[in-house]
């Protein structure tokens, strides 16, 4: 399941629908919003997504993981609109039965999630005007 929501996203209730009693593993990854990029300190970031595509676009990815790996089941989830320092920006779960399909999987939704889903990052600077920014080496991250 891919789900993009403009509602906090809090992990223990996302966890809480991975038990799985064959899962010996449940890793997740919380991308969070930070005070800096790049030299610059950051007070908010905004996101933007074309909702329709990305839900598709994410739905395939979690499919994809699903076949490329021996887990169990595997959620994402996704903010739009502004988030202050702190907040969950991107969720994503995984179970399995062992901890090493888990990992690999959770970094394989994470990397695809960053470099495919139509979703845009504007960072909102305490000194400076907000810009929109993108990640220049996210494919560097893929996985084959």
Known sequence: MFKITTTPIEHSN???KLEEPMAGGLVYFEGRVRNHNDGHSVQSLEYQCYESMAKQVGDNIIKDALSLFEIHNAHCLHRHG?????????W??????????????CQ?????????VPIWKKEHYVNG???WVACHNCGQHLHA
Do not use: Q
């Not at 502004?82 to 991107?90: C, Q, S, T, Y």
């Not at 779960?93 to 999987?105: D, I, M, N, P, Y």
């Not at 394989?108 to 495919?116: A, E, H, P």
């Open 129 to 131: 005007p907000a810009k």
């Open 82 to 90: 502004h988030l202050k320092i702190g907040d969950v920006a991107v």
């Open 92 to 105: 994503v779960g995984v179970c399995s039965s062992h901890r090493k399909e888990a990992f690999l999987a």
């Open 14 to 16: 996302e966890a809480l």
């Open 108 to 116: 394989y939704i994470i990397d695809k999630v960053k470099s495919l």
